[in-house]
């Protein structure tokens, strides 16, 4: 596709231009985000990427091509190898509207969250730190008129909700999980007017199916994966697709981690939140049983990213420096290595040519050989990545 058919072939991909506008007229137009709507002077998301392949929308038979491509390399990686893997991108399987949108859902839920959390005294915290208390938890689900205190009693009485009293990061996201269904999926909470409003106008027909196919797509190729026994990185892409790609795949581990790691979702180490989003989804893993599969990345769209943020006007999402990136990729490595210590299911492939994360990665694992706590897997070096397990 040029350069001069992309931006508009992914405004009507990916902006809510296709069908009603996200204007003043949408309600709860004025509560978007603006990283989450689609920008017309940003619609080809090459722009500055020269790393990542960039796919746009143009029809369901053409995201069915994808799929058969993907498939096809998960074949030959399966016939090559007995512990192949093979990456895919999520933006090539459906519209990229959805992504866009299903983020915003995901981001404001969150935001929720923290609100309520610096509302009791936990600002600055890190996420898996702030416990909410369930008592006033209660008290704002019901001023927002989510759930009357009767009805949401028996929430917080669960396996797993409130079991000391509070309500963390996952027990909040499950519990989102379970009230939210399909149908409500866009509606979100409104904190000034203290009531859950849609985020946009509901999907048509059209596009609920094109979402679902979609899904469905993701799972062939998982099916297939599985099958194969090949692992499926599913790669990291803009941040306003992101949440969306990383929360899909992290359902896609739930149901194929469960012998083995399948799937692997992709953290991208220059975003400012890359630490929380690793140990939110490692901890929920640990809950759960499943095996953690990660695919550590610095970021290939940094460029792009600021220049989005800066022209658009919201907080740029990477990391001011260089070296707060390699900080934090350290940091997540250090993390997930840990768990690989304690919680032999945890799996890391250290995507990187940097020296310095090598030597570490290196020095980390003969150490951990030393003592004995390293896994099995090995460590395989070549073309950017160090698998450990
Ligand atoms: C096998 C493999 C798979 C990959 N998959 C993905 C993927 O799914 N998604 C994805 O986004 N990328 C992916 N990448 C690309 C990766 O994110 C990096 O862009 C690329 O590898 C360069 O980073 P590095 O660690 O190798 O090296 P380095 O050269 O040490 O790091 C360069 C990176 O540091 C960061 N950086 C540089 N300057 C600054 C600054 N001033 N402030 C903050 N951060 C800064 C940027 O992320 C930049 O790309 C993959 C790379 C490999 C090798």
Not at 139 to 165: C, D, P, R, V, Y
Request: proline share 3%; hydrophobic share 35%.
């Amino acid at each position: 596709m040029s350069t001069a058919e992309a931006p508009g072939e992914s405004c009507r991909s990916s902006a809510g231009l296709h069908g009603p506008s996200p204007s003043s007229s949408t309600p709860g137009a004025e509560q978007r985000e603006k990283q989450y709507r689609a920008h017309r002077g940003f619609g080809d998301r090459r722009g500055g990427v020269i790393s990542a392949r960039t796919y746009f929308y143009a029809d369901e038979a053409k995201c069915d091509q994808h799929m058969e491509t993907f498939l096809r390399c998960i074949d030959a990686s399966g016939g090559s190898s007995e512990n192949g893997f093979s990456a895919i991108k999520l933006t090539a399987l459906g519209r990229p509207q959805f992504l866009l949108q299903f983020s915003e859902v995901l981001v404001k839920w969150r935001r929720f969250f923290h609100q309520m959390a610096a509302e009791q005294g936990q600002a600055g915290r890190a996420a898996l730190e702030m416990k909410l208390e369930a008592e006033k938890l209660q008290e704002a689900l019901a001023n927002l008129g989510i759930a009357t205190k009767a009805e949401s009693q028996h929430w917080f009485t669960g396996e797993n909700l409130g079991m000391s009293g509070t309500v963390d990061l996952l027990d909040w996201n499950s519990l989102i999980d379970s009230r939210t269904k399909l149908s409500k999926l866009l509606l979100v909470p409104n904190m000034q007017t203290g009531q859950l409003e849609p985020l946009l106008s509901r999907f048509t027909e059209e596009e609920d199916l094109q979402m679902k196919r979609m899904l469905q797509r993701m799972d062939v190729l998982a099916k297939r994966a599985t099958e194969k026994g090949v692992r499926l990185m599913v790669d990291a892409e803009q941040s306003y697709f992101q949440p969306a790609i990383s929360r899909l795949t992290l359902e896609m581990q739930r149901r194929f981690n469960r012998d083995r790691a399948i799937i692997f979702n992709t953290y991208q180490c220059y975003l400012k939140e890359a630490y929380d989003n690793v140990t939110v989804d490692v901890e929920l893993s640990r809950r759960e049983g499943w095996h953690f599969g990660t695919k550590l990345v610095r970021g290939a769209y940094m460029e792009q990213e600021r220049e989005r943020a800066a022209q658009i006007g919201y907080e740029d999402p990477i990391n001011p420096t260089y070296e707060k990136t390699n900080e934090m990729y350290h940091r997540c490595l250090d993390y997930i290595l840990e768990e690989i210590k304690h919680n032999r299911k945890a799996n890391v492939m250290v995507a990187s040519h940097n020296e310095d994360t090598v030597k570490f990665t290196l020095h980390r694992w003969v150490l951990g050989r030393q003592h004995g706590v390293a896994g099995t897997g090995g460590l395989r070096d070549g073309g950017g990545r160090a698998e450990l397990r």
